[in-house]
């Protein structure tokens, strides 16, 4: 898979941020780190970009991870809070959050 620079995308503003925030791209004295995206994610950013849902393809990628650490962070919190009850949620609550969430079930995961 072709690779592309976040930001690459022609006539799309790279970078975002608010005062005193650090952009991942470098900006306001931050060491920045580079992520590479599929020219279609790249494109299809761009597209939320020009219809003015993103301010730009670097602050979509940002708010984006920071959704993903967010939920990432909740998890974890779940899992010690059932590791300290000594069992984890039963199938039914397991159907009902699904259902709920509108997410399936992960690969390998047994029905309930």
């Given at each position: 898979?072709?690779?592309?620079?976040?930001?690459?995308?022609?006539?799309i503003?790279?970078?975002?941020?608010s005062e005193g925030e650090?952009?991942?791209?470098?900006?306001?004295?931050?060491?920045?780190?580079?992520v590479?995206?599929s020219?279609g994610?790249?494109?299809?950013?761009?597209?939320?970009?020009r219809?003015?849902?993103a301010?730009s393809?670097?602050?979509y990628v940002?708010?984006a991870?920071?959704?993903r650490l967010?939920?990432?962070?909740?998890?974890?919190?779940l899992?010690?809070?059932?590791?300290?009850?000594?069992h984890?949620?039963?199938?039914?609550?397991?159907?009902?959050?699904?259902?709920?969430?509108?997410?399936?079930?992960?690969q390998?995961?047994?029905?309930?």
């Open positions: 898979m072709s690779g592309k620079h976040a930001d690459d995308a022609p006539g503003p790279a970078a975002s941020s650090k952009s991942p791209t470098g900006e306001n004295g931050s060491d920045g780190h580079t590479s995206l020219e994610q790249v494109r299809e950013i761009a597209q939320l970009v219809s003015g849902k301010a393809v670097d602050d940002l708010r991870v920071e959704d967010e939920r990432d962070r909740s998890l974890t919190q899992q010690e809070l059932f590791d300290r009850k000594g984890g949620p039963s199938a039914e609550h397991l159907a009902w959050a699904r259902e709920v969430l509108g997410v399936e079930r992960e390998g995961e047994e029905p309930t």
